[in-house]
């Protein structure tokens, strides 16, 4: 499985920015597809994932910011982030969880700075 993330950038407080990650390869219908980001010398957090079933689950510093959905059609989630934040500076990455195996996609950098 391999996971193609997109969509990074510079943005302005207040900004808006939509992050992508396609699936390919062995993928399953039933999975756990999700984002989660890193600053340097901090541990990897969860941002949002997004079960198979339509379930989700947030990050409490971004519920009501950042909304994740995805076309299951296309192995592919979305991650739609508002009112971006300084604190939201951090390089993203896609996961997917299936038959007990995480796969990492590369990351993606989001920078929010005036």
């Known amino acids: 499985v391999q996971l193609q993330a997109s969509g990074g950038g510079l943005v302005q407080p207040g900004e808006s920015l939509r992050l992508s990650c396609a699936a390919s390869?062995?993928?399953?219908?039933?999975?756990?597809m999700g984002w989660y980001r890193q600053v340097p010398g901090k541990q990897r957090e969860l941002v949002a994932i997004?079960?198979?079933?339509?379930?989700?689950n947030y990050a409490d510093s971004v519920k009501g910011r950042f909304t994740i959905s995805r076309a299951n059609a296309k192995n592919t989630v979305y991650l739609q982030m508002n009112n971006l934040k300084p604190e939201d500076t951090a390089n993203y990455y896609c996961?997917?969880?299936?038959?007990?195996?995480?796969?990492w996609g590369q990351g993606t950098q989001v920078t929010v700075s005036s």
């Open positions: 390869g062995s993928v399953v219908s039933i999975n756990v």
């Open positions: 996961n997917l969880v299936q038959r007990a195996t995480s796969y």
């Open positions: 997004s079960t198979s079933y339509g379930t989700t």
